[in-house]
């Protein structure tokens, strides 16, 4: 009798270790699918395919469910190793369990959860296309215990005083670094496509004040000064445009000069052109988009208080934009070192 119990004590642990590593493998792996791939076998009637995709709409289910899962698994190997240890030594306490489950932990870590994890991590669409079929099994029993936990998460989100990127976002920006950098390592793409492409997923959504100029450090004349101030400032400072304010407001910034422009024409004014307004709130990305559509090179980054009033915090470059994210390893060494 005692070695029936052994054997069933031994069962279900392993029952405990798989459920561990498909769990544990199953989560590794969704965050490795690759979106694009997904969606062609899905497209091309791919039954299982189609079942991974829902699960990419809707992660929070598919992370309440390994979650979950794990906790089971956990408590089904915890209850074997109590249960052998019981047998084994006919008597048992707190400090035998645990002495015994430290024992088992590196077994349990190997075989539970690091190797099904690597496994998972080099093969996710093969090794989830495979499971999800166990996977929709699970899904629906917890569903009782997943649906709250998804209810109080979005809950949680709607309440926070912060803004949440929603989990689908954050899912897909990974994957789409990860098919851009195996695009890259193929040759698929070249090096400034890759740069590009970084540039724009690091940088574009930082906020414009970290690229402006500020107030107190912007190089430029009153919209009274001459044709020669204004080339003499221009050959100065190396620059090809000239920002301006108002001469009765030296605050108040408003446009540019282009120098190739000034030298065709006598009246200062008539070169003028106004710069754009660019909230201080706004995307690196937006902002960009903001000035290329205006044919603008440089804008104002303005803010506007609870009264209505706007005031000047700086001048934005569209070509320093365009430098950064091109070559944003540069700028963020910049930034650490300011």
Not at 172 to 200: A, K, M, W, Y
Not at 209 to 225: F, V
Not at 271 to 294: G, N, T
């Amino acid at each position: 009798m005692q070695f029936l119990e052994v054997v069933a004590a031994i069962v279900l642990f392993l029952v405990g270790l798989r459920l561990s590593a498909f769990f544990s493998g199953s989560e590794t792996g969704f965050y490795r699918l690759s979106l694009p791939r997904l969606n062609i076998d899905a497209r091309a009637g791919d039954r299982r395919a189609q079942q991974l995709l829902w699960f990419t709409k809707n992660p929070a289910y598919f992370v309440a469910t390994c979650l979950i899962g794990n906790n089971v698994a956990n408590y089904l190997t915890t209850a074997a190793i109590g249960w052998v240890a019981l047998l084994m030594l006919t008597t048992t306490n707190e400090q035998i369990d645990i002495a015994v489950t430290l024992l088992m932990s590196p077994i349990i870590f190997q075989f539970g959860e690091l190797l099904p994890k690597s496994i998972y991590y080099l093969t996710p669409l093969t090794r989830l296309r495979k499971d999800i079929r166990w996977f929709q099994y699970f899904f629906r029993a917890f569903l009782v215990l997943s649906f709250p936990l998804v209810l109080l998460t979005r809950l949680l989100e709607n309440l926070s005083m912060q803004k949440t990127q929603p989990a689908e976002i954050v899912l897909g920006r990974n994957r789409l670094v990860q098919l851009l950098q195996h695009g890259h390592d193929e040759g698929v793409l070249t090096d400034i496509q890759s740069r590009l492409t970084n540039g724009l997923l690091q940088l574009a959504p930082q906020s414009v004040r970290t690229s402006m100029t500020p107030l107190p450090r912007i190089l430029g004349l009153p919209n009274s000064a001459s044709k020669a101030e204004i080339l003499e400032f221009a050959r100065k400072f190396g620059i090809s445009a000239v920002v301006v304010h108002h001469s009765e407001s030296p605050e108040d910034w408003y446009g540019y000069v282009p120098v190739a422009e000034l030298l065709q024409s006598d009246d200062p004014q008539s070169v003028i052109r106004s710069m754009p307004v660019i909230d201080h709130l706004s995307s690196k990305l937006v902002a960009l988009h903001q000035l290329q559509r205006s044919q603008s090179i440089y804008g104002v980054v303005k803010k506007t208080d609870a009264s209505g009033e706007s005031r000047t915090l700086g001048i934005l470059s569209r070509n320093g934009l365009v430098e950064q994210i091109y070559r944003p390893e540069l700028t963020q060494s910049a930034f650490r070192a300011t």
